[in-house]
């Protein structure tokens, strides 16, 4: 099929050279029959695909022409409608300019250019003419690779009955593999939405294997250069979980839970509220979403105390586990300022116990005495605790215990506090975290 429609676009471009506008359109008409009935046949895998890329270079050539648009209609189908396209051609006595020819060629055989990216190739222009899949599904990055989502395709009715048949998506693939190995490409991904979950089989047949999948979705990658080894990235590798230290600005106890399963409930620990961030969510903000659902507190982040790396988790994932130091809200604040308490509402379905206990019982039960790592972790947390309170209560951050002979004085802790700022050459803002001290 591909050498077929090479042949068509060879045609076209020599009927436009040679300024013969009253029969181009016939000469690709022509040359598309010789091709269905020699190599295409209806009912064959890519034959609707020819007629599409055929009757897309047939109607340039006769845009090229000043046909009406009539006419471009009849030359819209080459396979049915030949002879009339003859016939509107001919009919057609004005000679079409050379400008509006290289025009038309120029849309019969490139695709449109993606908007300027710092993240995108700064041209893509010389997309295949007669690539199989949509502009619209495919991605191209500056590793020289592209992506084809075709998630995108399926939510379109139309596009997506091409999509049905493994055998013709099998077919549509390995074109396209060929026309970006001549195109020198290097990592192809492709996204397989779960509803169209039966072209991963014909994907892994032609070397494709999976990178990752999320909820609704598969992502499977494909290495084309032959001397090298792939440099696609793995897999995501890590989670990242949030624990938050809250500390009650009247008694100097520390928020603590138990939970109803897992091992904590095992040896019915008590340990600050913790979870996984969502996806596209900051530390900060899942630190403040995880307090409010285990224990129905409001709170505002305050700053990181430390970072914990751990290896060999579920499914062989790495994990970032992010102490954080929290706060009441200023609303919370106030009602214990003037007398009052704020209630604990533990969540039903995970957290057994929510409550306010001391800081030196939490650190001596037994499971943190025998670990040297958690032991470390508790007294950054505590040191965080007390040095919050200080600072509170005097109301002065600034203080240096360094110029303070009083023994009680605690020297500010370090820490990371989080800034949110715009990235500046994509849309949108990241957030940093850096030393409280700096």
């Given amino acids: 099929m591909q050498s077929g429609l090479l042949l068509l676009q ?109 993240d995108l190739p700064d041209d893509t222009s010389n997309h295949h003419s007669i690539m199989p899949f949509p502009e619209s599904s495919l991605k191209y990055d500056t590793y020289d690779g592209v992506t084809v989502d075709l998630t995108t395709i399926a939510t379109t009715n139309t596009q997506n009955q091409q999509f049905t048949d493994a055998d013709t998506f099998g077919t549509m693939l390995t074109h396209a593999l060929s026309i970006w190995t001549t195109e020198q490409r290097k990592g192809i991904w492709l996204k397989i939405p779960t509803s169209h979950s039966h072209l991963v089989a014909p994907a892994t047949l032609r070397g494709f294997d999976f990178q990752h999948a999320e909820t609704g979705y598969c992502v499977l990658t494909k290495w084309l250069p032959q001397n090298s080894e792939s440099r696609l990235p793995n897999g995501p590798t890590h989670q990242v979980g949030v624990g938050a230290l809250v500390v009650h600005p009247r008694t100097g106890k520390m928020l603590a839970v138990q939970e109803r399963t897992g091992p904590a409930a095992k040896h019915k620990l008590w340990k600050m509220p913790t979870g996984l961030t969502d996806p596209g969510e900051d530390v900060a903000e899942a630190a403040v979403r995880e307090l409010k659902e285990e224990t129905g507190l409001d709170c505002v982040f305050d700053r990181i105390i430390c970072i914990r790396q751990a290896h060999g988790g579920l499914f062989g994932r790495s994990d970032m586990f992010f102490v954080c130091l929290c706060k009441l809200s200023p609303e919370c604040e106030e009602r214990i300022r003037v007398g009052g308490e704020v209630e604990l509402q533990p969540q039903e379905e995970e957290i057994l116990k929510a409550d306010w206990i001391e800081m030196k019982d939490y650190a001596e039960q037994l499971l943190w005495q025998q670990s040297p790592l958690y032991k470390v972790m508790n007294e950054a947390m505590f040191r965080a605790a007390r040095s919050g309170l200080s600072m509170s209560s005097s109301g002065d951050e600034t203080a240096d215990c360094s110029e303070n002979n009083d023994d009680d004085c605690i020297e500010e802790s370090h820490g990371f506090v989080a800034r949110n700022l715009p990235v500046g050459f994509r849309p949108g803002n990241n957030t940093i975290y850096i030393s409280s001290k700096l």
């Fill in 10 to 118: 060879s045609v076209a471009s020599s009927a436009l050279r040679s300024g013969r506008g009253t029969s181009s359109c016939a000469a690709v008409a022509a040359a598309g029959r010789r091709q269905w009935s020699e190599n295409i046949r209806p009912g064959k895998p890519g034959a609707a695909l020819f007629i599409a890329a055929a009757g897309t270079i047939a109607t340039g050539v006769a845009a090229a022409t000043g046909a009406s648009s009539s006419s471009l209609a009849m030359c819209s189908n080459i396979s049915s409608n030949d002879e009339k396209c003859h016939e509107a051609m001919t009919a057609k006595t004005s000679v079409p300019s050379s400008t509006s020819m290289t025009a038309a060629a120029s849309t019969a055989t490139t695709a449109t250019t993606k908007i300027k990216s710092i």
